[in-house]
């Protein structure tokens, strides 16, 4: 298992406006928060609201030889725009495991209309919500979880930010998942969040010893993608730097390099800032949210 550390220095990148933060009481420490940033549109504007919210965030990610693996490019870049305290970068090897589409050689799904995938086309986003939030274990067995899903990603993720919280002494992990506009994947879950915190606190020694209560927080669990998106935009994220497409596609040829243009397979994706020669490929489930989302949200795509 190797670990990779990446420190975050120098001027934010890509903040449309400053990010405001509660002034802390000079009296007491600011309170860390241990935030896992995919580099994706939810765990960037998670780590958006931690940072607003006053806390001094330590960002996890995580390069698990993912098919996505240019996520982490703006995993990156979204870290050093909010002037995170800390990015670090652990890498291990899901693929080894598989029995996902993003960990095999398995096919993306493209296309779906499923229930899991559509089910927030209504305005009416109480109701959805309400109706998210009650999936049951019987709702889920005939729910069509895609094969996107990873085996225990969200156990696996939390438990590295738990091990990383307990040895910072921060009581708080923010995580971005969300009850409402999902794939149907059974760990970004109300009741599963509920149980992990509760064996972080059985399961730690700065727990047992009363040191630390610790706290799972999920702020967009409740929120759809364009509600979403509306709260990271009145932060100043700059959703440009973010990636979410699960199955990322070569860049088609490039005209060769001509003067004042710019250099072959290079481009910029998502309009955006962020360089890469792959471009999403726009028919996945999380391509289709994005689109969603920002279309009901009234925010030019990027």
Same mark, same amino acid.
């Given at each position: ?81 909010? @002037? ?70 969200? &156990? ?60 799972? @927080? ?5 929120? &759809? ?16 730097? &973010? ?6 596609? /070569?860049?088609? /040829?490039? /005209? ?12 910029? &994706? ?9 471009? /999403? ?22």
């Amino acid at each position: 298992m190797t670990f990779i550390k990446t420190g975050v220095r120098g001027q934010g990148l890509g903040i449309r406006k400053k990010i405001q933060s509660p002034t802390p009481n000079p009296q007491s420490p600011i309170p860390k928060a241990v935030v896992l940033l995919s580099g994706g549109i939810d765990s960037s504007t998670t780590a958006a609201i931690a940072k607003h919210e006053g806390y001094e965030v330590y960002a996890l990610s995580f390069d698990y030889n993912q098919r996505h693996k240019i996520e982490l490019e703006a995993a990156k870049k979204v870290a050093l725009a909010l @002037k995170i305290k800390k990015h670090l970068v652990i890498k291990f090897n899901l693929r080894a495991i598989g029995g996902s589409a993003l960990t095999s050689e398995m096919e993306v799904p493209k296309d779906r209309k499923a229930l899991g995938v559509m089910r927030n086309e209504s305005k009416d986003t109480s109701r959805i919500t309400h109706y998210a939030l009650r999936i049951t274990h019987h709702a889920l067995r005939i729910t069509d979880i895609p094969v996107t899903y990873v085996p225990a990603r969200n &156990t696996i993720f939390l438990s590295f930010a738990l091990a990383w919280a307990e040895a910072l002494k921060a009581g708080n992990i923010f995580i971005g998942a969300n009850a409402v506009d999902y794939s149907g994947y059974p760990d970004c879950r109300p009741e599963y969040l509920k149980a992990f915190e509760k064996m972080a606190n059985l399961a730690t020694k700065a727990s047992v010893e009363g040191k630390i209560r610790f706290a799972i @927080k999920a702020p967009l669990l409740r929120l &759809t993608k364009a509600e979403i998106i509306k709260r990271g935009t009145e932060l100043g994220l700059d959703y440009s730097l &973010t990636w979410s497409c699960y199955d990322p596609q /070569p860049l088609p /040829p490039q /005209p060769p390099l001509i003067k004042g243009g710019i250099k072959r397979g290079v481009v910029s &994706t998502h309009k955006s800032k962020l360089i890469t020669s792959f471009v /999403p490929c726009g028919r996945c489930d999380s391509c289709l949210f994005r689109a969603k989302g920002f279309r009901e949200a009234g925010v030019n795509p990027i």
